[in-house]
Each structure stands twice: as structure tokens, then as C-alpha cells.
């Protein structure tokens, strides 16, 4: 990056973590460090809510899902606005009639404590793993940028998030996400336009879309049902629905985005604004991905675009090798680009014969890039066993570093930041007040000091912050990150959302029933997962039938206490 870059990367992120300082002075209370005293208006929690689900994997794997896999991805959020009407009616009047700090308070009202603290703890294990997913995300710029080992980079990052969070708390972590957000939307569109006009003259977004139409690139909607596909409009709406409900309404990172609402009308508010915002916003996400992609039908990308991965193989014995594979791959996309040229020629001349023609050989030229990136992976395999064969969450970062103008490589670059900074802040408080909540005040220290248990707050914030960095360091081998965040998520929130749903609709359950019903259900989803049963969004409705079924079953049995 340049001079220009940096300052305006510096000077962003700078503004940012002062603003978040200087609203959160005078924290003196858990409440007010936890859940900012219950007095934030619908915006605030319209936009905390979505940049603690929009996190640098967003803006990283987002586009990069959009550029490998065109649109399908967007069907995942088809169930978030039902989930957001379900929300509202059910679950927000409960948690704030109950005044509770995390969700899980309620579950030992209306069950037992055995049952809170299991349902705590996967929650626990399943966002203290993601979290540790989002810092590695932003690791991945600093890493290219400095041209340094990742290590270091996730260090950095993760030690600056607990710093930031340590100190602020909810009402830092709140104020911050709505700058953040305003700054997110304005540098996306942005860097939209400038995609578009870096085109060919001839090229406007009408032919890039008929361009990435013809190579299957937006296949926003796929009807067929089969579990087996991870995108369809049924895996979608029903699938979706049910991950959507469980991480909205019994994940702590965003219960308590909105119990920090001043009444159950703006907690309501901010979630129906975030579900009709959410879907054009992914989209519009996936279709900049798609927009790059366009863009380097004409001009030639990267063989690779984790350069790390390209160091290793122009420096191992395998270099000639490689050579000849750049030398292939230039050639291949050359033979591309001119049938690329013919398609738009065709479109304008509106020649269907033509357009059908071009799109035969679109679709050829599809089929030999995946044979050349398999070829490509077998040698970096076999060259390092451990490479990352993987660079989809490294394509739109490298578009942005090597193709856009100064200043707006900073400001990108910031937004990614920026949304790392605010979903992982979201995520460590939400760890450290379940821990706190849930575990500390509960079983070690019933009667302790506001004090006492804001410090504990704040070093059991330091811990999940530490775990997190610890599992940043592994998370470069797991794939697209958007798709490992969401599958992490679907392996326990089936069973969390079955535990609330038997809480909240079948009153006749008791704790025994539902605790083994619990257990029943997670080991079913893990086995099911291992094995490969079926897409990963239906274990979120599979996890949660199957809890609400054999605690019933149980409960009919009415085993003795």
C-alpha cells in the first residue's frame, strides 16, 4: 500500500477505537459494561445487530464466495425475516419482562440450573471458536500487506480487539458499530462503482451481468430440493429459518445486541430493520464478487491468489514445474478472453446464434480452469502437504490492493478492520458475560460486589480473547470462511434453539426430559456430520426436532426424579 493508504487506514481505525473510548467513560457497573444500562434506541441495535453478524469475514469471504460460486449463497438469509417476526413476538417480551443479562437466565427459571449451564456451555464452545475465526480474517490483510507470517498478524489483531473491549464494554462495542457501519456502506459502494468503470468501454454493468449470467454466475435461485445441496431456496427458508431463529434468539453475542434496547418496541424495531436490510446487503455483497469476477475475464488475474502459497512454489524444486503452469495459464486466459469479447460483441448485436455459441465455450473455458486449479493444487500438495489450496477469501483482497487507486485501498482495507473490531468485540463480550452470568455469579461468587464482578467480567474477557487467538492459528485450513462460520454454527444451534422452543411452546416438558433430549440431539448432529449426512443447514431444523420429539417421548414416559 501507499503512504496514502496507510494514513487513511491509520487515521480511520484511530477514530473509531477513540469514539468507542470516549462513549464508554464512566463504566462503574456490570450493567452498564454487560448490557449499556438498557437504553439504546432501534438504529443502535438495527446496526450493532448486523455488525456483529457482518464481521471481516464478510467483506473477505463475501465477495470471494460471490467471485468462486456466483450467487447461491444469498438463498442462505431467505429465512431471516420470518425468523425476525418469530423473534419478536416470542422471544424479546420474555428476555425483557425476565430482565435478564444473558438468554440462558431464562432457562433455569423455567427449567432447572443443570439445564442453563449446557446450554451455556455450547454456546460457549461454539462462538468462543468462531470468534476465534473472525480474528484470523482481517490477519489474513495485515499478513499480505506486511508480507510477514500470519502468526504475528493474528497476535496483532487479537491483542488489540481484548484491549478494546476490555476497556469499553457493551456501549463501546454499540457506539463504535454505527460509525463502523456508515463508514462499511459508503467504501462498498464505492468500490462498486469503480469495479464497473474499470471495465471495458464497451462493458457496462448490463453486459457484465449478461457476461456472468452466461457463465452461471447468478444463480441467485435454485428451486430443486436436495438435502444434499447447500443452497436452495428450501434449505434456504427452512434451514436458514432455524439457524437464523437459533442465532438470533439464543446466541448471547446477539441477545445482547438487542437487551440493550430502552423497551421491547425498540428491541423489536431493530430487529425487523436488520431482517429487511439484511438480504440486499448480502446480495449486493455476492454481487460485487461476481462483478470482480467479471473483471478479470478481461483482465488477466493472479494463477493463485494467496501469494504466500505462490512464494513457496517459485522457490521449491517444483519452480520449473510452475513456470510451465503460468505460461499454460496465461494462454488459457487469452483463449477466454477473446470468446469473453465475442459474447459482448453477440449481446450487442443481440445475435442469439452467437450468444449461444459463446456460451458454449464460456462453458468450456469454466471446465478447463477447474482442471488447471486442480492440476495447480496437486503440486502445491506435493510440494507442502500443508498448503492452503483454498484462496477464495484472499480474491477480493488482492482485486483491492493491486487494481484500485490510492486512498481507496486504505479505506477498504479499513472496513475490514473495522468489521473485524466490531463483531469480535461483539463476540468476546458475549463470552465474557455468559461466563460471568452464567457460571461466575451462579456457582463461584453468588454474592459478590458490582466491582467485583465487572473486574471479572473484564478477565474473563481476556481469557476468551486469549482462546480465540489460540484458534485463529488453525482457522487458515478450514476453507471459505463465511461457509466454516455458518456450518460451525449449525453443529450446536439446532439443540440450543430445540431447548428454547420446548421452553417456550410445550409447557408440559420438564428439566430431566429436556436435558437428555438435549444431549440426544447434539450427539445425533455431530455423528450426522461426521458421516456427511446432508447439507449443514438442515442440522439446524434437524437438531431442533429432534430435542422437542425425544424430550416428549421422555416426558411420557414420566421418568422419576
Not at 222 to 243: A, E, K, Q
Request: hydrophobic share 50%; proline share 2%; glycine share 8%.
Amino acid at each position: 500500500m501507499s503512504s496514502i493508504d496507510w494514513c487513511v487506514l491509520g487515521i480511520t481505525l484511530l477514530v473509531i477505537v477513540v469514539y468507542g473510548i470516549w462513549k464508554s467513560r464512566g463504566t462503574k457497573d456490570i450493567e452498564t459494561y454487560l448490557l449499556a444500562d438498557r437504553k439504546l434506541p432501534w438504529y443502535h441495535i438495527c446496526l450493532s445487530v448486523m455488525a456483529t453478524q457482518a464481521s471481516a469475514i464478510t467483506f473477505l469471504s463475501g465477495p470471494g464466495q460471490g467471485f468462486s460460486d456466483g450467487m447461491r449463497f444469498v438463498q442462505f438469509y431467505f429465512g431471516l425475516p420470518l425468523a425476525m417476526i418469530i423473534l419478536c413476538i416470542t422471544f424479546v417480551p420474555i428476555f425483557h419482562r425476565l430482565n435478564v443479562y444473558t438468554a440462558y437466565e431464562y432457562l433455569e427459571k423455567r427449567f432447572d440450573g443443570r439445564t442453563r449451564l449446557l446450554t451455556a456451555s455450547l454456546f460457549l464452545v461454539q462462538r468462543g471458536i468462531s470468534t476465534g475465526i473472525t480474528i484470523y480474517a482481517p490477519a489474513i490483510i495485515l499478513s499480505t500487506l506486511l508480507g510477514i507470517h500470519i502468526t504475528y498478524t493474528i497476535l496483532l489483531n487479537g491483542l488489540l480487539v481484548i484491549i478494546y473491549t476490555v476497556y469499553g464494554g457493551t456501549r463501546a462495542v454499540s457506539y463504535t458499530q454505527m460509525l463502523q457501519m456508515a463508514i462499511i456502506f459508503s467504501g462498498l459502494f464505492f468500490a462498486a462503482y469503480l469495479v464497473v468503470h474499470m471495465l471495458p468501454e464497451n462493458v457496462g454493468v448490463k453486459e457484465a451481468l449478461h457476461i456472468a449470467g452466461k457463465m452461471n454466475m447468478l444463480n441467485a435461485i435454485d428451486t430443486h430440493f436436495d438435502v444434499n445441496n447447500r443452497y436452495n431456496i428450501w434449505s434456504g427458508i427452512i434451514g436458514g429459518l432455524f439457524l437464523q431463529l437459533s442465532y438470533f434468539g439464543t446466541d448471547q453475542s446477539q441477545v445482547g445486541r438487542y437487551l440493550t434496547g430502552k423497551s421491547v418496541s425498540q428491541s423489536r424495531m431493530g430487529l425487523v430493520m436488520n431482517g429487511l436490510v439484511k438480504i440486499p446487503m448480502q446480495f449486493f455483497i455476492l454481487l460485487l464478487g461476481v462483478m470482480v469476477f467479471v473483471f478479470y475475464q478481461f483482465r488477466q488475474p493472479p494463477v493463485f491468489f494467496n501469494q504466500v502459497e505462490i512464494n513457496k512454489l517459485e522457490s521449491s524444486r517444483f519452480s520449473d514445474t510452475f513456470q510451465v503452469l503460468k505460461k499454460e495459464f496465461a494462454i488459457l486466459h487469452q483463449e477466454k478472453k477473446k470468446d469473453v469479447e465475442g459474447l459482448v460483441m453477440a449481446l450487442n448485436s443481440d445475435d442469439k446464434a452467437a450468444i449461444d455459441a459463446a456460451r458454449e465455450k464460456l462453458h468450456i473455458h469454466r471446465q478447463k480452469d477447474t482442471a488447471f486449479r486442480g492440476e495447480l493444487k496437486r503440486l502445491m500438495q506435493k510440494n507442502d502437504p500443508g498448503a492452503d489450496t483454498n484462496d477464495t477469501n484472499y480474491s477480493f483482497l488482492v482485486f483491492v490492493t493491486t487494481q484500485l487507486p490510492k486512498g481507496v485501498v486504505g479505506l477498504l482495507i479499513a472496513i475490514i478492520f473495522l468489521a473485524a473490531m466490531g463483531s469480535t468485540a461483539s463476540g468476546l463480550n458475549s463470552l465474557a458475560s455468559t461466563t460471568v452470568v452464567d457460571f461466575y455469579k451462579k456457582i463461584l461468587k453468588k454474592d459478590g460486589t458490582e466491582t467485583e464482578y465487572l473486574a471479572a467480567s473484564r478477565w474473563a474477557t481476556v481469557a476468551w480473547g486469549l482462546f480465540c487467538v489460540i484458534v485463529a492459528m488453525y482457522a487458515g485450513k478450514l476453507g471459505n470462511l463465511i461457509e466454516v462460520v455458518n456450518e460451525l454454527g449449525s453443529l450446536f444451534y439446532g439443540t440450543i434453539l430445540g431447548i428454547f422452543m420446548v421452553a417456550f411452546y410445550m409447557k408440559h416438558i420438564e428439566a430431566r426430559a429436556v436435558f437428555i433430549a438435549a444431549i440426544v440431539g447434539e450427539v445425533f448432529i455431530l455423528v450426522a456430520w461426521k458421516i456427511n449426512l446432508t447439507a449443514f443447514l438442515w442440522y439446524n431444523l434437524l437438531g431442533c426436532v429432534i430435542v422437542m420429539v425425544v424430550a416428549q417421548i421422555i416426558q411420557g414416559k414420566k421418568i422419576p426424579r
